[in-house]
């Protein structure tokens, strides 16, 4: 199995930029089509974007397209979510999520997920 570790979370103003790190265990990396997910507090987990295993194809949810950006970087075991122009909206425990198969919006199809990391943005 692999881990997932989240990190680059924290407190920034409405318009300010952010960029969230996954690292994963393990020489597979690149077997794996990588995704962002978000919880708000009393709301359900919702589908931020994934990207494919070799990283050439991405999708995003309608509500951060042309703000967030999902790239990865294998040799590094690495995935990262560059988000900017941040809305008090984004705010929320942000996860990241590895499947070896091709990928889904549903959170319950993917099989490994990190501890999340808490992105605040204040007004």
């Known amino acids: 199995q692999v881990q997932l570790v989240e990190s680059g979370g924290g407190l920034v103003q409405a318009g300010g930029s952010l960029r969230l790190s996954c690292v994963a265990s393990g020489r597979a990396f690149s077997r794996y089509a990588m995704a962002w997910f978000r919880q708000a507090p009393g709301k359900e987990r919702e589908f931020v974007g994934l990207i494919s295993k070799s990283g050439g194809s991405t999708y995003y949810t309608d509500s951060v397209k042309g703000r967030f950006t999902i790239s990865r970087d294998n040799a590094k075991n690495t995935v990262y979510l560059q988000m900017n122009s941040l809305k008090p909206e984004d705010t929320a425990v942000y996860y990241c999520?590895?499947?070896?198969?091709?990928?889904?919006?549903?959170?319950?199809?993917?099989?490994?997920w990190g501890q999340g990391t808490q992105v605040t943005v204040s007004s």
């Open positions: 999520a590895a499947d070896t198969a091709a990928g889904s919006v549903v959170a319950a199809q993917w099989d490994y």
